[in-house]
């Protein structure tokens, strides 16, 4: 999935990399613990690549080792064509990183926050004033640029994070999480922002996110992370293509019987039945109509009530299911107890 960047060495500075970034077999291990474990991909110029999984997946270690927040345990990364680890000025000078937290600071205004970041990356007064006009009309945020940040609403505060990270013009930019906490509205506004950004700017982004509906609309291609292993790389379209049957039906009955998640299996063309409690099933066919009438007969002659009944067509939870055999969803509900409890200065 990766290629050798192809750097010479020329006063210090590397050729034009073959990718923006470069991450070959790239382990990260706290003790006996390990939170990323032998990852490779390649994120190209001007994609956007987002890395999927739940919490405690090892998505935010291998943007903080990317990023160079944290020392690679083994295996390396080439941001742009520079070694994070051998020449960590050099890419921090290429990205523009906005961190799962809300770091900008509440007393400051808008303007201020974005002032105070440019002076940081040694940007000149002239073109600071610029980025900073610009900026503020890109995230929608110009009414407010003498606003203290403790006034603004969650969703305006990820604007101004996203603004502070692009204030120095970089080529690649890092959000991890960006939308979480975020009510639906304000979510897909930011969505909306990152597209129209990303054209402006002529941006590379790398995204993490446990959110299906985010990765499935914002990424070219999507990396599947589960507890530190890259188990699925590929566009959307092609992970859902991947997975067997075309249809999901989403279906609960009234006190089903105990064997009928195997009659439900047994169904012509159902590739994958997966039961969600309360008599609620998820089931995956190849032939969405035919199976939907199959079920109906099944459940009129049975005696069994359909309570609720929906088809659509396979999604990006399906791809994580057919990978990991888990859904995501539930992942979420337990992830803090798989990231090592009992070790709570450790961050996967």
């Given amino acids: ?39 490779s991909f ?32 083994s295996g390396r990364a080439l941001i742009a064509g520079h070694d994070v680890a051998k020449q ?8 523009g990183v906005i961190p799962q937290a809300l770091t900008s600071d509440l007393d400051l205004t808008v303007e201020e926050n ?3 970041y440019a002076k940081l990356y040694d940007v000149p007064a002239k073109q600071r004033q610029r980025s900073i006009e610009e900026l503020l009309g890109l995230v929608d945020l110009s ?39 975020l009510d639906p509205v304000s979510r897909v506004a930011v969505w ?53 049957g075309s249809n999901v039906i989403e279906v609960q009955f009234e006190n089903p ?6 009659r439900l299996r047994g169904l012509g063309e ?3 039945v997966q039961p969600e409690g309360a008599g609620m099933f998820r089931v995956l066919t190849g032939n969405g109509s035919r199976t939907t009438t199959q079920l109906v007969e099944m459940a009129v002659q049975a005696g069994v009530a359909v309570k609720s009944l929906s088809v659509q067509n396979t999604t990006l939870d399906d791809v994580f299911v057919h990978y990991t055999g888990r859904q995501l969803r539930d992942e979420l509900q337990k992830a803090y107890g798989f990231v090592m409890p009992q070790r709570p200065g450790l961050q996967p």
């Fill in 114 to 116: 974005l002032n105070i």
């Fill in 270 to 272: 159902v590739t994958s």
């Fill in 143 to 181: 009414k407010w640029r003498d606003a203290q940040t403790k006034t603004l609403s969650g969703g305006m505060r990820r604007r101004l994070e996203i603004a502070r990270g692009l204030v120095h013009h970089p080529r690649i930019f890092f959000l991890d999480e960006p939308t979480t906490g």
């Fill in 192 to 244: 909306e922002m990152l597209g129209n950004i990303k054209t402006q700017r002529q941006l590379t982004i790398l995204i993490t996110t446990h959110y299906m509906d985010e990765a499935d609309r914002l990424c070219d291609r999507i990396a599947i992370v589960d507890h530190g292993k890259l188990v699925a790389l590929d566009a959307p379209m092609a992970l859902k293509a991947n997975v067997p």
């Fill in 42 to 73: 390649h994120v190209s110029d001007g994609e956007i690549f987002g890395l999927l999984g739940p919490n405690g997946a090892g998505k935010s270690t291998l943007i903080r080792m990317m990023t160079t927040l944290i020392p690679i345990t």
């Fill in 88 to 95: 960590a000025d050099a890419a921090r000078r290429m990205i």
């Fill in 1 to 39: 999935m990766t290629g050798d960047a192809k750097v010479k060495s020329n006063g210090g500075a590397p050729a034009a990399a073959v990718h923006a970034i470069e991450v070959e077999h790239i382990v990260k291990k706290y003790g006996e613990f390990t939170a990323v474990n032998d990852i």
């Fill in 257 to 262: 019987p105990a064997d009928w998640e195997q």
